[in-house]
């Protein structure tokens, strides 16, 4: 059992103090399939929207097995599947999940690493609905993508529709017009988070735009404001005011887009001088991260090295020592050569995992509350052992396949990501 599953057990059962998003985080994610909502996690208050796609039952010997058995399952099945199969796994994921990946990483490495494999027939991704989108779009034609509980979506890419941010930009463009300045600049250029739909990238690509990662978000703003007089940024408000903010763009001059208010809640002279203006989207991970627990850090550990990540809030990543990428928080946690002490504010379970990997360090999540991200927790052994296990028996379940007419945009859009390297 992991130390995040221990945890939450002994909280559940009253064995230690402290709460919880919710005690239901302690059974498995097949019993929430046929549930209305995301699930026990940080994003259950969140509404999902209708049509989302829902995980059908899991067979009950995939239910009932003990860890240990899914484990040898999931490790005779990639055998079996030898060079055939990827399993690519995200940062969150759950570590009796991450210990079957081939690649780990958050979305912009795995992004690249579904480019790494073009003879494996098959993609199985650990991640979330979005992330697994990608990698069809990237994929070879012939390559089967799969996604082992397809009810692993994200909140955040949910609180940007396709039918939303169309008619975003049509206000936007009635506002600002479609003519390019003295300097060949259009008056704006989408960009959108890698958390988000296929439909929103093909969107992007299709006006010229791009997609983001937490990784290149800096570089990715300033190849958009090479070409735009400023960027509609969506779907995650805090990644796109705290990037733009560290590049010097005053809070002032980025408006919210509210997709349910007239011109998004702004007036007009508001957007015209606006540089970046943001959607009003979040993460409900990092929207847990508070001052007051930095605060909280520094009382209790004199010297504590506070990193959290940039989806945090404005305030959040201002009182932090620094602010960057999973990718980025690992490797300051491995370049430490002295033993330190940090505070880190992003999700649970890669916390813990750098705890246990770097054990001359001591290392604590900020947010004292165990609430993983709900849709992340979805994935668990016993998916992937299912979707494995019918792979060796010749079916393909769980795939997921992008629309052509939508792949060919979004693929334009991801294309320049993978070109926007950042420079750090």
């Known amino acids: 059992m992991t130390t995040l599953d221990m945890t939450i057990r002994a909280i559940t059962n009253g064995e230690a103090p402290g709460d919880t998003c919710t005690p239901d985080l302690a059974k498995g994610p097949w019993e929430f399939d046929g549930v209305p909502g995301y699930g026990p ?141 003295a300097e060949g600049r259009v008056p704006i250029i989408p960009v959108t988070y890698m958390n988000s739909s296929a439909a929103l990238k093909a969107f992007c690509g299709e006006r010229g735009g791009i997609v983001c990662t937490s990784s290149n978000a800096k570089t990715v703003l300033e190849w958009a404001f090479e070409r735009g007089q400023r960027v509609l940024f969506f779907p995650d408000q805090h990644l796109g005011r705290n990037t733009a903010k560290a590049m010097g763009v005053p809070t002032e001059l980025m408006p919210m887009w509210n997709p ?64 960057g990428s999973t990718d980025y928080i690992r490797r300051a946690v491995a370049g430490a050569t002295e033993p330190t002490t940090f505070a880190i504010g992003t999700e649970i379970n890669m916390v813990n995992r750098l705890a246990a990997e770097f054990p001359q360090h001591t290392i604590f999540c900020l947010d004292p509350v165990i609430c993983p991200c709900s849709t992340m927790y979805r994935i668990h052994p016993g998916y992937l052992a299912w979707v494995l296990e019918e792979l060796v028996a010749g079916r393909v379940v769980n795939s997921i396949e992008v629309d052509e007419r939508v792949q060919s945009g979004a693929r334009v859009a991801l294309e320049r990501m993978l070109a926007a390297k950042p420079r750090d």
């Open 260 to 323: 349910r208010k007239a011109l998004g809640g702004s007036t007009r002279q508001e957007l015209m001088d606006a540089k970046v203006v943001l959607w009003h989207g979040f993460c409900s991970v990092h929207k847990r991260f508070t001052v007051g627990q930095i605060e909280q850090a520094r009382a209790q550990h004199p010297g504590v090295r506070v990193i959290v990540h940039p989806e945090c809030p404005m305030a959040v990543v201002d009182a932090a020592d620094e602010a």
């Open 41 to 181: 996690g940080s994003s259950m208050f969140d509404v999902i929207p209708t049509g989302s796609p829902r995980q059908g039952g899991l067979p009950r010997e995939y239910q009932d097995a003990p860890a240990e058995e899914l484990r040898q399952r999931i490790v005779a099945a990639k055998q079996t599947l030898g060079d055939r199969l990827v399993v690519l796994g995200h940062f969150y994921q759950r570590d009796e999940v991450v210990e079957h990946a081939d690649f780990l990483g958050d979305s912009f490495q795995l992004a690249n690493a579904a480019l790494t494999k073009p003879d494996a027939e098959y993609i199985v991704f650990c991640g979330v609905h979005f992330m697994a989108e990608t990698a069809d779009i990237l994929a070879r034609p012939e390559q089967k993508v799969i996604l082992p509980n397809l009810a692993a979506g994200c909140s955040m890419a949910d609180m940007a529709d396709i039918d939303s941010v169309m008619a975003a930009w049509e206000e936007l463009e009635a506002v600002y017009g479609t003519e390019p300045d």
